[in-house]
């Protein structure tokens, strides 16, 4: 291998093959670097740009730090010309078909949060990336500095293959071809150019670290885009080491580790993977939003490339215990005799995501046997645990108190191991529902009174949550069985369940049933139900179904993704799959701060940004006033302009930084973040009050 001074690749048979290896994963920022420089290019001298002549049509010029200066003739005699210098795109190579895969796989890294969250704010957005042409012998990829907007003051990036990488190495593999542009763009989102971009033009190296942070980095954008890491990107760095390596006290001296390295690292950083992939993004949303089949798919891909990760396969088995307690109705649930759970289900499907069959005894089956995998990969895990023991308490052949009681023990002793205060809360308030099914009420009672005291540090205003009335049914009950004075209090408790509770509820009617007899028992006046449930109903704004980003320019729910694309000016945009091949795609930065999901019709809209419009929610009925909800609002203004809306949050899920708040009856979702909203999200399916 050549020392690292030396000015240019010669591409013998050793370092041709070296430029094979190396060349898909380090940035050769083209400032006269050796191995991945673009000096091979007559028409492309020093930093990537002819100082004596126009480039594409552009003059050059030089600012005071030597970086060239793009000055734009047209611009310069016309005046007031728009055309931005990241829009003019040189020639490009390739054939059609390799042109068309590398726009879609840009397209697709660009979109993710990993590239624009972390654009460095010395650099013009959007950055530059094609084939490069009349390259068909070379064998390099690389990300370059080639101007400096005048007006900005910003360095203009480019992104770039060569037609021998896209003919020898990718061969049609879009997936290949992320973790080689994924690469690139790492180098450029970790600050590894600019820092540097100043310094020395034509002696810059980067460091092994840089090498190794890119690798790490550039697979997380990858995969963030849609891109499978086990069958995909971390095969493609397999095939890569099997065309040669290097010793690894020759990658010590080398500028770049070898590639034994290189996919050890990987493996031992795989947790900093997965949770970049859209599959695990997207899963954790469906979970929230209660579109369980579609959370399925998504974390069974995660699974699928990381076999090891509990977490993974601990939310799994919740989307599929889910699906099973979908099937259950309120005969269900007095004929297995139990309180009131604490799980998202008995809601309605989006057309686009409802699955054939709703759950049955083998998605039961499913459910457990992936729970189980999960403690097999994590024998501590909590979360596992504790959606085993609810999975015994809805048993296809009846309540299974001994295993249930067994595993929510297990959750609760292990509980300060990946639970937050609201799933503990859910934790004890299903572990007393086991207890009292169990028969043991004064254990029962002691675990309610434990989720009662962590319920307020985990929500400020839990009235209408989930966990709050679960706890209100299941004390009521315990009520009930007591003297007169307990009977009065459960007689009350059940009257306001009845009227905060939504109809739609399997535990409603249950509960309107006992509260008519200790009435009747106690000699107090009975409010019928259906009088109770319009408070209820009362509550409700009106359903939330579209975005407003113009007069007269809206963006609904329902409407047709290719419409609304077309819209907004993206009919050619390549969306996100929600998993890998799926063909419902997330379509990121459509408008500022806004995001769509969908597949032939918009079935979810992301406000992700202070950029992002508003959304307007008002009353039911007539003259109501419009209230103005905005991210970056601070939560608890957020939650006065909601407030008496059902809530139903994520509990028994893993990362509580991804928990979205669900408004299950305004089809609307949140997301917090340090006190404020970080995002917003319209839903497709949205229930209605007494349904």
Not at 392 to 409: C, I, M, S
Request: glycine residues 8%.
């Amino acid at each position: 291998m050549k020392p690292k001074s030396t000015p240019m690749l010669l591409l013998t048979q050793k370092s041709r093959s070296w430029a094979v290896l190396a060349g898909v994963v380090w940035l050769s920022v083209a400032l006269g670097m050796g191995a991945c420089t673009p000096h091979d290019r007559p028409d492309l001298p020093d930093n990537g740009v002819d100082k004596g002549r126009s480039v594409d049509g552009i003059a050059q010029g030089r600012s005071d730090d030597g970086v060239p200066q793009i000055t734009d003739k047209k611009r310069e005699t016309e005046g007031g010309q728009k055309d931005t210098v990241e829009e003019k795109l040189p020639k490009e190579g390739g054939s059609a078909e390799d042109q068309k895969l590398f726009r879609e796989v840009m397209d697709r890294l660009l979109q993710t949060k990993e590239v624009r969250d972390n654009w460095p704010a010395a650099f013009g957005w959007r950055p530059q990336s094609f084939i490069l042409p009349d390259s068909a012998k070379e064998l390099n990829a690389f990300a370059m500095a080639y101007a400096k907007d005048p007006d900005s003051g910003k360095f203009l990036v480019r992104a770039v293959i060569t037609e021998g990488y896209m003919n020898k190495i990718v061969d049609g593999s879009d997936e290949i071809l992320a973790a080689i542009m994924g690469h690139e763009l790492a180098h450029l989102t970790k600050g590894h150019l600019a820092n540097k971009i100043k310094a020395d033009l034509l002696s810059l190296n980067l460091s092994r670290d840089q090498e190794i942070e890119a690798d790490l980095e550039g697979v997380r954008i990858a995969v963030a885009a849609g891109y499978s890491y086990r069958s995909g990107v971390r095969s493609a760095f397999r095939e890569w080491k099997a065309l040669g390596d290097y010793s690894n006290f020759e990658g010590i001296r080398a500028t770049h580790p070898s590639w034994t390295e290189r996919l050890s690292l990987l493996d031992h950083n795989q947790a900093h993977i997965w949770k970049a992939m859209a599959a695990f993004q997207n899963g954790y949303f469906f979970l929230h939003a209660e579109q369980y089949p579609a959370a399925e798919n998504c974390f069974q891909q995660v699974v699928d490339d990381f076999p090891d990760c509990a977490e993974a396969y601990a939310n799994l088995g919740y989307a599929r215990l889910m699906q099973y307690c979908d099937s259950m109705d309120e005969a269900d649930v007095r004929n297995l005799k139990i309180g009131q759970f604490v799980a998202g289900c008995f809601y309605a499907q989006a057309k686009d995501l409802a699955p054939v069959i709703r759950g049955d005894r083998k998605k039961w089956q499913q459910a457990v046997n992936t729970l189980e995998i999960a403690l097999r990969r994590h024998t501590n895990l909590s979360l596992a645990h504790a959606n085993l023991g609810l999975a015994y308490l809805v048993h296809p052949d009846g309540k299974k108190t001994a295993e249930a009681l067994k595993h929510f023990a297990d959750a609760y002793k292990e509980k300060g191991k990946g639970l937050d205060g609201l799933s503990s809360a859910a934790l004890l308030v299903n572990y007393g529902v086991a207890e009292q099914a169990a028969g043991n009420n004064a254990a029962a009672s002691e675990k309610f009174k434990l989720a009662r005291k962590a319920l307020p540090t985990a929500k400020p205003s839990p009235v209408s949550s989930q966990v709050a009335l679960a706890l209100l049914y299941n004390e009521a009950t315990l009520a009930a069985s007591g003297d007169r004075d307990n009977q009065a209090d459960a007689f009350m408790d059940f009257e306001d369940y009845l009227a905060m509770s939504s109809p739609d509820s399997a535990w409603w009617k249950l509960a309107g049933e006992q509260y008519d007899q200790l009435g009747r028992a106690l000699g107090k006046k009975v409010a019928p139900s259906q009088e109770l449930s319009k408070r209820f109903g009362n509550k409700f704004l009106r359903l939330v179904t579209s975005v407003e980003l113009a007069p007269g320019k809206l963006v609904t729910l329902s409407d047709s993704t290719a419409k609304v694309l077309t819209l907004l000016g993206r009919e050619n945009m390549a969306g996100i799959p929600v998993y890998h091949r799926s063909t419902i795609k997330r379509y990121n930065g459509v408008h500022p701060g806004m995001d769509v999901l969908g597949r032939d019709t918009i079935l979810a809209v992301f406000l992700t940004s202070s950029d992002a419009p508003p959304v307007h929610v008002q009353p039911q009925g007539i003259g109501g006033a419009k209230v103005e909800l905005r991210v970056g609002m601070a939560v608890d203004e957020f939650r006065e302009a909601l407030k008496n809306q059902p809530e139903q949050e994520g509990f028994m899920v893993v990362d509580p930084d991804l928990r979205y708040v669900f408004l299950p009856y305004l089809g609307l979702a949140y997301r917090v973040q340090r006190d404020r909203v970080a995002e917003i999200v319209l839903a497709q399916v949205a229930r209605k009050a007494g349904d």
